[in-house]
């Protein structure tokens, strides 16, 4: 498979790094670009653009980080704040109108109610994603 173009929404754990690695690695053997994308939430009581000063601050510095792993890696990376009211619909919209070849999420292991989780997100992702989907788990 080639890819190209490869969307990495992060949220700023461990995992982000070495998923931003692995896209890098991916998309330079196609001389191709990786789009780094971090999702803010935006609750319905508020205007979807308000501005969230310490969600914002917060997501400019993961997306500075996961920049720096592209800088090391040689490779080309845009990274985007993006305001929704719900992640996973945010980050298919946006693999859509990026016409993007694959979205690599990075998923940290969870437990919830002594089960293992993938929480609301990724299987959303999943169900709906118009390409490939990859899941790391660190």
Partial sequence: MVFKKILVPVVG?????????????????????????YVVAIKRALPLDAEITSESQRAESVLDSVGAIGEEESCEVETDVLQAREIGPAIIDEAVERGVDLILMGIKYKRSFGQFSLGSVVPYVLKNSPCPVILYQQ
């Fill in 13 to 37: 754990t461990e995992v982000d790094d070495e998923s931003m690695r692995l896209a890098c690695r991916l998309s330079k053997k196609e001389k191709g670009k990786v789009w780094a994308v």
